[in-house]
Protein backbone atom coordinates (compact mmCIF):
# COMPACT_ATOMS: atom_id res chain seq x y z
CA UNK A 1 0.00 0.00 0.00
CA UNK A 2 1.11 3.53 -0.79
CA UNK A 3 2.01 5.78 1.97
CA UNK A 4 1.44 9.62 2.39
CA UNK A 5 5.32 11.30 2.35
CA UNK A 6 5.93 14.82 3.79
CA UNK A 7 8.91 16.66 3.70
CA UNK A 8 10.26 19.79 4.45
CA UNK A 9 13.17 22.62 2.80
CA UNK A 10 13.89 23.58 6.28
CA UNK A 11 15.07 19.95 6.56
CA UNK A 12 16.02 19.12 3.10
CA UNK A 13 17.28 15.62 2.06
CA UNK A 14 20.95 17.12 0.73
CA UNK A 15 21.93 20.69 0.19
CA UNK A 16 24.26 21.46 -2.73
CA UNK A 17 26.00 25.19 -2.50
CA UNK A 18 26.78 26.73 -5.31
CA UNK A 19 30.35 28.09 -6.20
CA UNK A 20 28.93 31.54 -4.39
CA UNK A 21 25.17 33.28 -4.39
CA UNK A 22 22.99 30.27 -3.79
CA UNK A 23 22.09 26.78 -2.89
CA UNK A 24 20.26 24.27 -4.02
CA UNK A 25 17.96 22.13 -1.26
CA UNK A 26 16.74 19.01 -2.61
CA UNK A 27 14.12 16.18 -1.36
CA UNK A 28 13.90 12.91 -2.55
CA UNK A 29 10.14 10.90 -2.97
CA UNK A 30 11.20 6.95 -3.97
CA UNK A 31 11.90 7.69 -7.71
CA UNK A 32 11.31 11.51 -7.39
CA UNK A 33 12.91 14.35 -6.86
CA UNK A 34 12.00 17.91 -5.80
CA UNK A 35 14.51 21.17 -5.57
CA UNK A 36 14.35 24.45 -4.13
CA UNK A 37 16.68 26.62 -5.73
CA UNK A 38 17.96 29.79 -4.01
CA UNK A 39 20.24 32.26 -6.45
CA UNK A 40 20.93 35.58 -4.63
CA UNK A 41 21.38 38.74 -6.13
CA UNK A 42 24.50 38.49 -8.35
CA UNK A 43 24.34 34.79 -9.37
CA UNK A 44 24.96 33.62 -12.57
CA UNK A 45 24.86 30.43 -13.88
CA UNK A 46 28.14 30.90 -16.35
CA UNK A 47 29.91 31.92 -13.05
CA UNK A 48 28.41 30.11 -10.01
CA UNK A 49 27.25 26.54 -11.10
CA UNK A 50 29.37 26.14 -14.65
CA UNK A 51 32.66 24.91 -12.66
CA UNK A 52 30.58 22.67 -10.63
CA UNK A 53 28.72 21.20 -13.55
CA UNK A 54 31.99 21.53 -16.25
CA UNK A 55 29.69 21.76 -19.21
CA UNK A 56 29.64 24.93 -21.64
CA UNK A 57 25.82 25.70 -20.52
CA UNK A 58 23.41 24.16 -18.19
CA UNK A 59 22.49 20.80 -19.89
CA UNK A 60 19.23 20.10 -17.38
CA UNK A 61 15.64 20.54 -18.53
CA UNK A 62 14.02 22.52 -15.92
CA UNK A 63 10.00 22.47 -14.75
CA UNK A 64 9.87 25.26 -12.39
CA UNK A 65 7.52 27.64 -10.33
CA UNK A 66 8.91 31.07 -9.46
CA UNK A 67 8.38 31.83 -5.92
CA UNK A 68 10.44 34.88 -5.66
CA UNK A 69 12.67 37.36 -7.44
CA UNK A 70 13.37 37.43 -11.30
CA UNK A 71 15.74 35.90 -13.93
CA UNK A 72 16.94 35.96 -17.36
CA UNK A 73 17.58 33.16 -19.30
CA UNK A 74 19.41 33.07 -22.64
CA UNK A 75 19.46 29.84 -24.99
CA UNK A 76 22.67 28.58 -26.76
CA UNK A 77 20.40 29.20 -29.92
CA UNK A 78 20.07 33.12 -28.29
CA UNK A 79 16.67 32.70 -27.40
CA UNK A 80 15.73 34.72 -24.30
CA UNK A 81 13.10 34.99 -21.80
CA UNK A 82 12.59 36.79 -18.29
CA UNK A 83 10.70 34.33 -15.47
CA UNK A 84 9.39 36.45 -12.24
CA UNK A 85 7.32 35.58 -9.30
CA UNK A 86 4.14 33.57 -9.75
CA UNK A 87 5.73 32.26 -13.50
CA UNK A 88 5.54 29.05 -14.48
CA UNK A 89 8.41 27.66 -16.69
CA UNK A 90 9.87 24.64 -18.85
CA UNK A 91 13.35 25.25 -20.01
CA UNK A 92 14.80 23.01 -22.14
CA UNK A 93 18.84 21.90 -21.99
CA UNK A 94 21.04 24.19 -23.10
CA UNK A 95 20.42 27.66 -21.26
CA UNK A 96 22.85 30.37 -19.16
CA UNK A 97 20.44 32.52 -16.74
CA UNK A 98 21.20 35.24 -14.23
CA UNK A 99 19.31 36.58 -11.16
CA UNK A 100 17.72 40.22 -12.06
CA UNK A 101 17.60 42.95 -9.66
CA UNK A 102 18.45 43.21 -6.08
CA UNK A 103 16.19 40.50 -4.45
CA UNK A 104 16.83 36.51 -4.47
CA UNK A 105 15.48 34.40 -6.78
CA UNK A 106 13.91 31.39 -5.17
CA UNK A 107 12.37 28.21 -7.52
CA UNK A 108 10.91 25.00 -7.03
CA UNK A 109 12.17 22.79 -9.76
CA UNK A 110 10.19 19.37 -10.30
CA UNK A 111 12.25 18.06 -13.45
CA UNK A 112 15.99 19.37 -13.27
CA UNK A 113 17.23 19.50 -9.79
CA UNK A 114 18.26 15.14 -9.65
CA UNK A 115 22.05 16.13 -10.46
CA UNK A 116 21.97 20.26 -10.58
CA UNK A 117 25.20 21.37 -9.24
CA UNK A 118 26.37 18.28 -8.40
CA UNK A 119 30.18 17.74 -9.74
CA UNK A 120 31.48 15.62 -12.30
CA UNK A 121 33.44 13.45 -10.39
CA UNK A 122 30.20 12.93 -8.08
CA UNK A 123 28.66 9.46 -8.28
CA UNK A 124 25.84 7.59 -6.31
CA UNK A 125 25.62 3.61 -5.95
CA UNK A 126 22.08 2.19 -7.02
CA UNK A 127 20.55 -0.39 -6.12
CA UNK A 128 23.61 -2.83 -6.13
CA UNK A 129 24.65 -1.05 -9.63
CA UNK A 130 27.95 0.73 -10.26
CA UNK A 131 28.58 3.62 -9.58
CA UNK A 132 28.13 6.36 -12.80
CA UNK A 133 28.86 10.32 -13.15
CA UNK A 134 26.23 12.53 -13.38
CA UNK A 135 24.00 12.57 -16.86
CA UNK A 136 23.40 16.48 -16.49
CA UNK A 137 23.70 19.73 -14.82
Same mark, same amino acid.
Given at each position: ?? #???? @?? !??T?????? !?? =? @???? %?? *?? !? $????? $???? !? %?????????? @????G??? /?????? /? +??????? #? *??? &??? %????????? +?????? $??????? $? =??? /?VV? &??A???? +?????????????? %?????A??
Amino acid at each position: MA #HISV @KR !FSTPDETRP !FA =D @KGHA %EI *LR !F $GEGVV $GRGV !F %EPGWRWSSHV @KPIAGTRS /CQATHS /C +YVVSGRM #H *LVM &DDG %EEAEMAAGD +YVTIPP $GHDAWTV $G =DEA /CVVI &DVAGMEH +YAEGRTASRTQQGA %EAQPPAHH
